[in-house]
């Protein structure tokens, strides 16, 4: 069993920056493969970017291709998203989930465990 928290939500304008936080407790994070999601007001959770259990291989969404990046720090059972250049569309709750082994998914069910997600609004 893992347990995902996710932190670093907030507030921010267009063009700004944020960085999520997942912290996980539970079993060796490091033979997870894990992925950001974000669900929007009146919208279906979406894939956002994944990274594979070893960190060798990183997976986008065309919609933040470029602007986001995922990493992870084992050592700190930890996987952080970057996101740079924010746009109002990217206001979301954003979660975090992971699964066992595995390549990068982008599919909700491909994923066992899940965050209770952080907030992230972008308005001027």
């Known amino acids: 069993q893992v347990q995902l928290v996710e932190s670093g939500g907030g507030l921010v304008q267009p063009g700004d920056s944020l960085r999520l936080s997942c912290a996980a407790s539970?079993?060796?994070?490091?033979?997870?493969?894990s992925g950001w999601f974000r669900q929007g007001p009146g919208k279906e959770r979406e894939f956002v970017a994944a990274i594979n259990w070893s960190g060798s291989t990183t997976y986008y969404a065309d919609s933040v291709k470029g602007r986001f990046t995922i990493s992870r720090d084992d050592a700190k059972n930890s996987v952080y998203l970057q996101m740079n250049r924010l746009k109002p569309e990217d206001t979301a709750v954003y979660y975090c989930?992971?699964?066992?082994?595995?390549?990068?998914?982008?599919?909700?069910?491909?994923?066992?465990?899940w965050g209770q997600g952080t907030q992230v609004t972008v308005s001027s």
């Open positions: 989930a992971a699964r066992n082994f595995g390549v990068v998914a982008t599919t909700v069910s491909a994923y066992k465990y």
């Open positions: 539970g079993r060796t994070f490091s033979r997870y493969t």
